[in-house]
Nanobody, 124 residues
Framework: QVQLVESGGGLVQAGGSLRLSCAAS????????MGWFRQAPGKEREFVAA????????YYADSVKGRFTISRDNAKNTVYLEMNSLKPEDTTVYYC?????????????????WGQGTQVTVSS
């Protein structure tokens, strides 16, 4: 069992930055890939970024590539999402998730554990 707790969301002006954190407990953190997703009301959960077990490989959705950076600190059992050049369309709830494998995935059904989500609001 894995417990995930996100933090760092909030309100920011367009062009600003936020850093999301996701603290994990339970199963050995370095054993699995991690991902960030986001979901707006009435819409499907959308892949944002993923990172492999060691942090050596990262993947991004085209919509955030060049603006967002995913990283992890296995010593602190934490994964991060650094978000720069934020746009109003980035406004939604962001979730971190733990995969069942070491290889990062982009589909929500490939992740077994989810955090409760943190709200990000970007004003224009």
């Amino acid at each position: 069992q894995v417990q995930l707790v996100e933090s760092g969301g909030g309100l920011v002006q367009a062009g600003g930055s936020l850093r999301l954190s996701c603290a994990a407990s339970g199963r050995t953190f370095s054993s699995y890939a991690m991902g960030w997703f986001r979901q707006a009301p009435g819409k499907e959960r959308e892949f944002v970024a993923a990172i492999n077990w060691s942090g050596g490989a990262t993947y991004y959705a085209d919509s955030v590539k060049g603006r967002f950076t995913i990283s992890r600190d296995n010593a602190k059992n934490t994964v991060y999402l650094e978000m720069n050049s934020l746009k109003p369309e980035d406004t939604t709830v962001y979730y971190c998730a733990a995969a069942t494998t070491r290889v990062p995935r982009s589909r929500p059904n490939e992740y077994a554990y989810w955090g409760q989500g943190t709200q990000v609001t970007v004003s224009s």
